[in-house]
């Protein structure tokens, strides 16, 4: 697949391990900074995103490294052009709508196709970190939904 082999080489070549973040979450080693805290209704708990690579859009793709605290989730959303998940460190979960909670650790990747609703985040005893590719954006950004509610989320854990 073309964007997995574009993604392996934008990782290989743009990952810098001096800048690292400062101290783990829970008993995760990130290999990418953490970034800035998330300030956003589109997410429960706490959620940090570092957006990484080039901002120009010729490529139609934007990439970022987010690691969740136990139990932080992102909101019901779609993308219109797809997204890719590359799960770095923690445990954590990928459901799409109407489907089972996926259970996701180190080394697991998630293939989601366009306009396909679902949520990603922590496990409630782990945090979780991932790199998000959002692919095609000249299709449009991420579509956001309401939140993964606490019956919702309890029910997988």
Known sequence: MKYTLLFLTMLLTGCNPENKADEPIGQ????????????????????WLNMMGATDTSLH??????????KARTNWHAHPGGQLLFITAGKGYYQAQGQPARLLR????????????HWHGAASDSGFTHIAVSLNTDKGGAVWLGPVTDNEYNSIN
């Open 28 to 47: 995760i080693e990130m290999d990418f900074a953490r970034g800035n805290q998330i300030t956003s209704n589109n997410f429960t708990g706490n959620v």
């Open 61 to 70: 793709v934007n990439y970022g490294n987010v690691t969740f605290g136990p």
């Open 106 to 117: 180190k080394g697991d990747f998630v293939e989601i196709p366009p306009n396909v609703v």
